[in-house]
């Protein structure tokens, strides 16, 4: 899972906005988070919590109001700006809308760090630029221009960019920002990969936590006051996504991973069958405000039956029974004849 030193760590890091205004002074403070080698870093927190500016600062876009970044080892401070464009990409969360420019000579811009002052491409660059556009699957696309690509296509020309860049840290602000749902899995697919197989450190901001806990090595999880990180199941076993949203109708559900409405419960059914059907007949009902009950004895009881070919309902409710052929309409007839199965005992 990469090496063990990481070539990046925060220490006590306080991050935020020098200067007069309302908008100057600390964002968010006592940072102390570490990244290795061929690890995807999911970042997840709340809007406006900090992830940007934390993001910002760790490739010297902003400077620490206090603390250290670590760049292999060594203080960030210590390395020159052209250095630093050697070893950090950045992918920021705006999109790029240029009039002819071709994908290449996007791609090419990574390059500036290698090049001399003139920007002259060598034979070397050019290499570069083509496996960058190989990696991210787009070599097709080099002779297009920009403002002709999907957005997912754009996202990944910009990825191209900094694998041009060819730095061993790259970092995201949320690179699915814009895109739809089969896009947003791709493009966190791909960094899982590039990651792995290329041997990058690769960091990046997400809303998506879904995707972060399929694909991220770990996470960096910002809380007001508190930021923790660890594999994603850590910190699902250690309820750290739970206090996200404390005090709040939210709540996330360490068994099945992910932020659920809380909800008032009424009644008990005993749910019996396969455990596919079990677990989304389970989860409509619980969307109508029945609670489920488990090894307990229940007057209602819903059997699913799978035979013959077809999947069928059985419902049972004080002694009468019930057919139903899907989810829906056996959540219809509890709803709308204003069904309350009977609490344990009553």
Same mark, same amino acid.
């Given at each position: 899972?990469?090496?063990?030193?990481?070539?990046?760590?925060?220490?006590?890091?306080?991050? *935020?906005?020098?200067?007069?205004?309302?908008?100057?002074?600390?964002?968010?403070?006592?940072?102390?988070?570490?990244?290795?080698?061929?690890?995807?870093?999911?970042?997840?927190?709340?809007?406006?919590?900090?992830?940007?500016?934390?993001?910002?600062?760790?490739?010297?876009?902003?400077?620490?109001?206090?603390?250290?970044?670590?760049?292999?080892?060594?203080?960030?401070?210590?390395?020159?700006?052209?250095?630093?464009?050697?070893?950090?990409?950045?992918?920021?969360?705006?999109?790029?809308?240029?009039?002819?420019?071709?994908? +290449?000579?996007?791609?090419?811009?990574?390059?500036?760090?290698?090049?001399?002052?003139?920007?002259?491409?060598?034979?070397?660059?050019?290499?570069?630029?083509?496996?960058?556009?190989?990696?991210?699957?787009?070599?097709?696309?080099?002779?297009?221009?920009?403002?002709?690509?999907?957005? *997912?296509? +754009?996202?990944?020309?910009?990825?191209?960019?900094?694998?041009?860049?060819?730095?061993?840290?790259?970092?995201?602000?949320?690179?699915?920002?814009?895109?739809?749902?089969?896009?947003?899995?791709?493009?966190?697919?791909?960094?899982?990969?590039?990651?792995?197989?290329?041997?990058?450190?690769?960091?990046?901001?997400?809303?998506?936590?879904?995707?972060?806990?399929?694909?991220?090595?770990?996470?960096?999880?910002?809380?007001?006051?508190?930021?923790?990180?660890?594999?994603?199941?850590?910190?699902?076993?250690?309820?750290?996504?739970?206090?996200?949203?404390?005090?709040?109708?939210?709540?996330?559900?360490?068994?099945?991973?992910?932020?659920?409405?809380?909800?008032?419960?009424?009644?008990?059914?005993?749910?019996?069958?396969?455990?596919?059907?079990?677990?989304?007949?389970?989860?409509?009902?619980?969307?109508?405000?029945? +609670?489920?009950?488990?090894?307990?004895?229940?007057?209602?009881?819903?059997?699913?039956?799978?035979?013959?070919?077809?999947?069928?309902?059985?419902?049972?409710?004080?002694?009468? *029974?019930?057919?139903?052929?899907?989810?829906?309409?056996?959540?219809?007839?509890?709803?709308?004849?204003?069904?309350?199965?009977?609490? +344990?005992?009553?």
């Amino acid at each position: 899972m990469g090496d063990k030193l990481p070539v990046l760590h925060t220490e006590n890091l306080s991050v *935020g906005y020098r200067g007069a205004g309302d908008s100057s002074g600390p964002v968010f403070g006592g940072i102390t988070v570490d990244a290795r080698r061929s690890e995807l870093v999911a970042l997840f927190g709340p809007n406006g919590i900090g992830k940007s500016t934390l993001l910002r600062s760790i490739v010297r876009l902003l400077s620490p109001l206090s603390g250290k970044i670590y760049l292999s080892g060594s203080d960030i401070r210590s390395y020159p700006a052209n250095q630093i464009a050697r070893m950090v990409g950045f992918v920021s969360t705006e999109q790029v809308r240029v009039n002819n420019l071709k994908v +290449r000579d996007l791609v090419s811009l990574g390059r500036y760090p290698h090049t001399g002052w003139l920007g002259r491409l060598g034979y070397q660059d050019n290499i570069k630029v083509d496996e960058a556009l190989e990696m991210v699957g787009i070599s097709q696309l080099a002779g297009k221009n920009i403002d002709q690509l999907s957005d *997912g296509e +754009r996202q990944r020309a910009m990825i191209a960019r900094t694998l041009a860049q060819d730095t061993g840290i790259i970092v995201l602000d949320e690179p699915t920002a814009f895109l739809d749902l089969p896009n947003k899995y791709g493009i966190v697919h791909l960094l899982h990969r590039l990651a792995v197989e290329k041997g990058r450190t690769i960091i990046f901001s997400t809303h998506d936590l879904s995707i972060a806990i399929q694909e991220a090595t770990k996470i960096w999880l910002m809380l007001p006051g508190q930021i923790y990180q660890g594999a994603p199941e850590d910190l699902i076993l250690n309820d750290q996504f739970g206090r996200m949203f404390e005090n709040t109708n939210l709540s996330f559900s360490t068994g099945k991973g992910e932020f659920r409405i809380k909800r008032e419960l009424k009644g008990s059914i005993g749910l019996l069958g396969p455990a596919t059907e079990r677990r989304w007949t389970r989860n409509a009902l619980e969307r109508n405000g029945f +609670r489920v009950a488990e090894n307990e004895e229940c007057s209602t009881t819903i059997s699913i039956d799978k035979s013959d070919g077809t999947t069928t309902w059985k419902l049972t409710m004080q002694g009468a *029974g019930s057919g139903f052929t899907s989810i829906y309409d056996l959540c219809s007839h509890l709803t709308s004849a204003g069904a309350e199965p009977p609490v +344990r005992g009553r």
